[in-house]
Each structure stands twice: as C-alpha cells, then as structure tokens.
C-alpha cells in the first residue's frame, strides 16, 4: 500500500503558497530591521525607553510591589526583552533567599533542574533577578555579559 501525503500548503491554489511565501519573507525582514535597529541605536520603536531603567536588575529594582505580594511581577513585552538583550523565550526569576549570604554585590550562577538561573544578586539576601538559561554556553555568555556591564566577580552558587 503505497500513498501521497500532501501539507494543506501544497493543497492550496499556487498564488495563495506565492502570497504565504512573500508574507512570511517579509516579517522576517521587518524582525532583521528591527533587531538591526536596536544593535544600532539601542532603541525599540514602539517601545518607550523609561528613564532609570539602564539595566535589567535596575528595572527589577524599581518594580512595585502590590499590596499583599512577596516580589514584584516579573513580566517583560518581547521588545523589552530584546531592549535588554534577552531572547523572546527568557523568563525571569527572583533570585531572593538563594544561595549563601555574601557581603558584596555579585553575578551569581545557579544550576537549576534543566538548566541555569544567571542574575546580579545584592548582599545580605537582598534579593535581585535572574534570566533562566537552558544551554550552559549561553549561561556563561550572559554571566560575562553581565559581570563586564556592573563590573561585579561572577559567583557560582548552588541551590
């Protein structure tokens, strides 16, 4: 028994496939721009850059905390992902109570179950965020990163 099996793309008429194809070839342009135009100049469009905010842990530290909550909420819009130089798939974590209490500030990496938590953390379990990173590469790249940025010595801590 032998049989074809075809996509709904290749059922569709060939000038519905011509106009799916130039629509998906020019989102991907307009997302190269974009991520061309914030390399360049640093700035999302669309997205207002808020005074203050120069780093992630900066942003973290001017959330407000709603009336009956531990920790601020921890959501970025992809743009201000990418304002920071995270991917769209990055999800925040406080990073409050972990590790060991240290008297300086510090970039603190931390294995977690599939993967690691890197984020600037303050002294006397003074809390701070911390990006979830699948790969151990990207993990180390973003610790550089940050440790280059607030000039901070990088702490590997366990859980």
């Keep these: 028994m032998s049989g074809l099996v075809l996509s709904i793309a290749d059922r569709q008429p060939h000038e519905v496939q011509c106009r799916a194809v130039a629509a998906v070839t020019l989102q991907r342009q307009r997302v190269r721009e974009l991520v061309q135009n914030v390399k360049r100049e640093g700035v999302v469009v669309g997205v207002e850059r808020r005074e203050g905010y120069a780093s992630l842990d900066a942003w973290y530290r001017a959330q407000p905390v709603k009336k009956g909550r531990l920790g601020p909420n921890l959501r970025l819009s992809n743009a201000e992902?990418?304002?920071y130089g995270l991917p769209a798939s990055a999800r925040l974590m406080e990073i409050r109570n972990w590790g060991h209490e240290v008297d300086h500030w510090s970039i603190a990496v931390f294995p977690i179950l599939h993967g690691f938590v890197v984020g600037v953390q303050a002294p006397f379990a003074g809390g701070?965020?911390?990006?979830t990173w699948r790969r151990s590469c990207?993990?180390?790249?973003y610790a550089l990163r940050l440790s280059a940025e607030h000039d901070f010595p990088i702490r590997e801590r366990y859980v």
Excluded: E
Excluded at 128 to 131: L, R
């Design 81 to 83: 992902k990418l304002l």
């Design 128 to 131: 701070g965020v911390g990006v």
């Design 138 to 141: 990207r993990a180390s790249d």
